[in-house]
T-cell receptor
Framework: DQQVKQNSPSLSVQEGRISILNCDYTNSMFDYFLWYKKYPAEGPTFLISISSIKDKNEDGRFTVFLNKSAKHLSLHIVPSQPGDSAVYFCAAWDNAGNMLTFGGGTRLMVKP | DVKVTQSSRYLVKRTGEKVFLECVQDMDHENMFWYRQDPGLGLRLIYFSYDVKMKEKGDIPEGYSVSREKKERFSLILESASTNQTSMYLC??????????????FGQGTRLTVV
């Protein structure tokens, strides 16, 4: 059973608007969460992360929110740009720090 | 600049062949990982290693083995390649927890086709 789930396989947003990508997890041993961005035929690149002791982390246009009680996190991109079009993966470290588990990914399409 | 290098971008192998996928990192990272990416399934962990000669099974280890003889190198071995192992294979490395840097760095991926 998937421990990290991204229930929306795709999302389409107009340029300049907000993109919200969601992620749910089931393992309460996860304590550090990351978002990665992936273009076709390339490896994923790190975008932003959040520790379980925080509920928000911001980096420029990207903000990640964590709701521990709901075991839910989200990535907000404001404003969205066509270059943001990619597949976004949510990932989680277990608290032993050795295993990094990924979700199924959400394909974001930002239309000009 | 952190670098994770996978030996091949594209590989075509025949069913039943033994296949080696090599990965080298230059950041003295303790942890190394092998994932495969398939449409709709995301990145699934095959094996990981947290130290030289140490290995742990991930979510889908069947049909694969790994080798980590040196800290910088982590090899994925397909003992007898099958068509259902056609996939994008991604290697990653990261430092131990307890440091500030907890992201994993990925290689460029190897697209393996088994015919």
């Amino acid at each position: 059973d998937q421990q990290v789930k991204q229930n929306s396989p795709s999302l389409s947003v107009q340029e300049g608007r907000i993109s919200i990508l969601n992620c749910d997890y089931t393992n309460s041993m996860f304590d550090y969460f990351l978002w990665y961005k992936k273009y076709p035929a390339e490896g994923p690149t790190f975008l932003i992360s959040i520790s379980s002791i925080k509920d928000k982390n911001e980096d420029g246009r990207f903000t990640v929110f964590l709701n521990k009680s709901a075991k839910h996190l989200s990535l907000h991109i404001v404003p969205s740009q066509p270059g943001d079009s990619a597949v976004y993966f949510c990932a989680a470290w277990d608290n032993a720090g050795n295993m990094l588990t990924f979700g199924g990914g959400t394909r974001l399409m930002v239309k000009p | 600049d952190v670098k994770v290098t996978q030996s091949s971008r594209y590989l075509v192998k025949r069913t039943g062949e033994k296949v080696f996928l090599e990965c080298v990192q230059d950041m003295d990272h303790e942890n190394m990982f092998w994932y495969r990416q398939d449409p709709g399934l995301g990145l699934r962990l095959i094996y990981f290693s947290y130290d030289v000669k140490m290995k742990e099974k991930g979510d889908i280890p069947e049909g694969y083995s790994v080798s980590r003889e040196k800290k910088e190198r982590f090899s994925l071995i397909l003992e007898s390649a099958s068509t259902n192992q056609t996939s994008m294979y991604l290697c990653a490395s990261s430092s131990q927890r307890g440091t500030l840097n907890t992201e994993a760095f990925f290689g460029q991926g190897t697209r393996l086709t088994v015919v």
